[in-house]
T-cell receptor
Framework: DTEVTQTPKHLVMGMTNKKSLKCEQH?????MYWYKQKAKKPPELMFV???????INESVPSRFSPECPNSSLLNLHLHALQPEDSALYLC????????????FGSGTQLSVL | GENVEQHPSTLSVQEGDSAVIKCTYS??????FPWYKQELGKRPQLIID?????GEKKDQRIAVTLNKTAKHFSLHITETQPEDSAVYFC????????????FGSGTRLSIRP
């Protein structure tokens, strides 16, 4: 299995809702990432987990809360989002937290109303 | 910190011709340079990468060259085909922050039939 699986594929939420994005990989990768991608822009790094510990938080607002329950799973909890948070949220993994090939999931297209 | 500039932002070539995309980076300590292809509505996928101890790498119709002295690297696609139409992102990984891949702004490549 060489895939990163993300659910849901699409999500529409109001500004007062709480929702979660899920990501799973079974490649034995020890680094997992959340990226945010706006239309026609490159992915922007949000968080990095290495060996299930948060190693990088790119000054992301607290309304985004990551969680890594185990080495195969990564969640992103969303609360009180703003319309400008609407974007494609991509999960990725790599063998380790070094200059390595990133395997991206197909993303969750999020719309905040 | 690292900055990656990518040119051109859009590129249209006749099917069968070659396409070249160029990137420059600022951090001389960067040591890993991947290229990602993102088709419309799909996930970014690595197509080729190069490390700083290598000057050129080829994989069938795709090649990447690296000039460490000038701090630039290029993607070359020969005998272009319709399925090459996509957005291409170059990236660089600074040695000091090996998990923070810095992406270029992207090149939208269109192949004319």
């Amino acid at each position: 299995d060489t895939e990163v699986t993300q659910t849901p594929k699409h999500l529409v939420m109001g500004m007062t809702n709480k929702k979660s994005l899920k990501c799973e990989q079974h490649m034995g990768h020890r680094a997992m990432y959340w990226y945010k991608q706006k239309a026609k822009k490159p992915p922007e790094l949000m968080f990095v987990y290495s060996y299930e510990k948060l190693s990088i938080n790119e000054s992301v607002p607290s309304r985004f809360s990551p969680e890594c329950p185990n080495s195969s799973l990564l969640n992103l909890h969303l609360h009180a989002l703003q319309p400008e948070d609407s974007a494609l949220y991509l999960c990725a993994s790599s063998r380790q937290e070094m200059g390595e090939k990133l395997f991206f999931g197909s993303g969750t297209q999020l719309s905040v109303l | 910190g690292e900055n990656v500039e990518q040119h051109p932002s859009t590129l249209s070539v006749q099917e069968g011709d070659s396409a070249v995309i160029k990137c420059t980076y600022s951090d001389s300590a960067s040591n890993y340079f991947p290229w990602y292809k993102q088709e419309l509505g799909k996930r970014p996928q690595l197509i080729i990468d190069i490390r700083s101890n290598v000057g050129e790498k080829k994989d069938q119709r795709i090649a990447v060259t690296l000039n460490k002295t000038a701090k630039h690297f290029s993607l070359h696609i020969t005998e272009t085909q319709p399925e090459d139409s996509a957005v291409y992102f170059c990236a660089a990984t600074p040695y000091s922050s090996a998990s923070k891949i810095i992406f270029g702004s992207g090149t939208r490549l269109s192949i004319r039939p």
